[in-house]
Structure formats: structure tokens, C-alpha cells
């Protein structure tokens, strides 16, 4: 029995899909899937039920799921020992991020504060989807994330940085159209939303949801920082983070339409099963600091 496997079915069993655990532990699907089978041969149980093309837990699967967990967070704890042994913290911090701006997420302060207090660690950032974000530090590929919902994230350790309220923001000559109309009209207007597993796809889908709708999506960017470009430009309705809808609204770039928000929070997460993790502890205390 190897570590790499026992993290392998740890990851596969909490997102429920061996495709999204390989894209999390970089690795090819065949690759987790053999991982899966030799750890099953080496205990000598099957671990999931591939049923009816569905992959779902045994009971001997669902009982040793705890003690794996367990077992992953004993040897983060054990790499994390013999670090302080070799004095001062040193590695790679991957840090997750929304698709919003750095001044925002206080990505410069961060950095500084990794160049100043942790002279021997390098920071790496990644900008996924809040989806994307939350698997890969599930699986253990990013030390941490900054992510962004109405929520908090399921089964992992977080801390609320600060609320965030998003508004509907429409270009003016579409708002015209709004005068007289209601919930129907707004969503038949055509809108620019996220990614798909997106914090603004999300909220966008949950506005319109609690009105028995969907809005009508004519573009989809990638990029969520700059969905206010193509509000800007005349071309689709967007949701935009108050720091960024009212200043427009100001600026005449815009109109917001009512009193509409949708309120979520700013959270920051990470592993619990690498609580002990000198890097982990190293940049929660940051984050602690920057966001204080």
C-alpha cells in the first residue's frame, strides 16, 4: 500500500468522480483508476461500487474512508515535524484565486508579506473557478484559496475575509426596456456570465432561480474581472461587485437596475486534513494578517 494511492481514494471518494480527481491530482484518469485497483488488491476489499457506470462507496469503502483521511493528515503532520527540524519554513505556496481583481483580493500585500516573512518560500497563484478551486484543495494541490459565495465551503476549514454584495448592472440603452417591465424582461436581455462552476455563474443562476427563471446568456467570459467591459460596451447585462457597479453608475458607464443585490462572502480555505502543514499554518497567519 503507497501513500500516492491511499490519496487517490481519498480524493475520488470525497468529489465522487475519478476525472475530476485526476484533473485535481494531476494526473491521467487511467492513472487514478489503477491507483484505485492496487490499493483495492493490496487490502483486499473493494472500495467503490462501479455499478450501473456509477462510481458510489462500499460499506468497507465508506468505513476506511475516516481512517485514510486520518492517515493522509498523520503524514502531512509527520512532513511537518521534520520541517521545523530543518529550521525556518521553505517550499512552495500555491495559492487559488476567484477571477477578480488583485486590489480586491489584496494580492499585493499577501505577496509582500510571503516576501518578507518567508524569505525562503516562492508563491504561485492560480485562477480557477470557485468550483475548480475548492476540488484542488480537497485533493491537496493548492496550499490554500480565496474563493467567493453565498456559502461557506463544504468539509473544509475556512475563515470569512469580509462581504461582498453584487448588483445588476445593464447598459442604458437596454435600460429603457427595464421601465416598465419586471423579472421577465430582465432576464430575456441578454447577459454575460462566468464559467460555468464560477462564483458569478453561481449567483447569477441562484438570482434567477428564486424567481422561477433563467436569464437569457448570450456570452460566456472566462475571465469574471472583466465582465464589466462588455457592460461598458453596450452588449449584455452583467453582475458587478459594488466596488466596480456604483463607481460606474457615476460614471454614466452604466445603469444599475433597483435595489437588487445579491450578498456572498470573500472566504479563505484550506485542507483540514493539512492543519499541521508548516506552509499551511505559515499562510493562514498571513492571510490572518493582510485581511485583519
Known amino acids: 500500500m503507497e501513500l500516492y494511492q491511499v490519496r487517490a481514494f481519498v480524493v475520488v471518494a470525497r468529489l465522487g468522480h475519478v476525472t475530476k480527481a485526476a484533473d485535481a491530482l494531476c494526473v491521467t484518469q487511467p492513472a487514478v483508476t489503477a491507483q484505485i485497483k492496487a490499493l483495492e ?8 461500487d462501479r455499478a450501473a457506470g456509477r462510481l458510489t462507496l462500499t460499506r468497507a469503502g465508506d468505513k476506511l474512508l475516516a481512517q485514510a483521511e486520518a492517515l493522509l493528515a498523520a503524514a502531512e503532520g509527520l512532513r ?3 520541517r521545523q527540524m530543518q529550521g525556518e519554513v521553505a517550499g512552495r505556496i500555491d495559492l487559488g484565486l476567484p477571477g477578480e481583481g488583485t486590489e480586491f483580493l489584496r494580492l499585493g500585500p499577501l505577496a509582500s508579506g510571503v516576501r518578507s516573512d518567508l524569505p525562503l518560500v516562492e508563491l504561485h497563484t492560480h485562477t480557477l473557478t470557485v468550483g475548480q478551486l475548492l476540488d484542488q484543495v480537497r485533493a491537496g494541490a493548492l ?4 474563493s467567493i459565495s453565498v456559502h461557506p465551503p463544504r468539509d473544509l476549514q475556512w475563515q470569512a475575509l469580509r462581504s461582498v454584495s453584487y ?3 445593464m447598459p442604458t440603452a437596454m435600460a429603457v426596456e427595464m421601465r416598465r417591465g419586471g423579472w421577465r424582461v430582465l432576464a430575456a436581455l441578454p447577459w454575460v456570465d462566468g464559467a460555468v462552476d464560477s462564483h458569478v455563474h453561481q449567483m447569477l443562476r441562484g438570482l434567477f432561480e428564486q424567481q422561477g427563471l433563467a ?5 460566456r467570459s472566462e475571465d469574471t474581472s472583466a465582465l464589466e467591459a462588455f457592460v461598458r460596451a453596450g452588449s449584455a447585462c452583467a453582475l458587478l461587485r459594488d466596488e466596480v ?4 453608475v457615476e460614471r454614466q458607464d452604466w445603469v444599475v437596475w433597483g435595489h437588487v443585490r445579491v450578498d456572498a462572502q470573500l472566504y479563505y ?5 493539512r492543519a499541521g502543514d508548516p506552509l499551511v499554518v505559515a499562510l493562514n497567519s498571513l ?6
Not at 41 to 48: P, R
Not at 215 to 219: C, E, G, K, T
Not at 269 to 273: H, W
Not at 287 to 292: G, L, S, Y
Request: charged fraction near 15%; include cysteine.
Open 245 to 248: 457597479a456604483l463607481p460606474g
Open 287 to 292: 492571510v490572518r494578517k493582510v485581511w485583519a
Open 41 to 48: 488488491s493490496s487490502l483486499g476489499v473493494a472500495l467503490f
Open 269 to 273: 480555505c484550506s485542507a483540514t486534513e
Open 215 to 219: 436569464p437569457n446568456v448570450a456570452l
Open 80 to 82: 511537518g515535524e521534520a
Open 167 to 169: 448588483r445588476v448592472a
Open 143 to 146: 496550499t490554500g484559496a480565496l
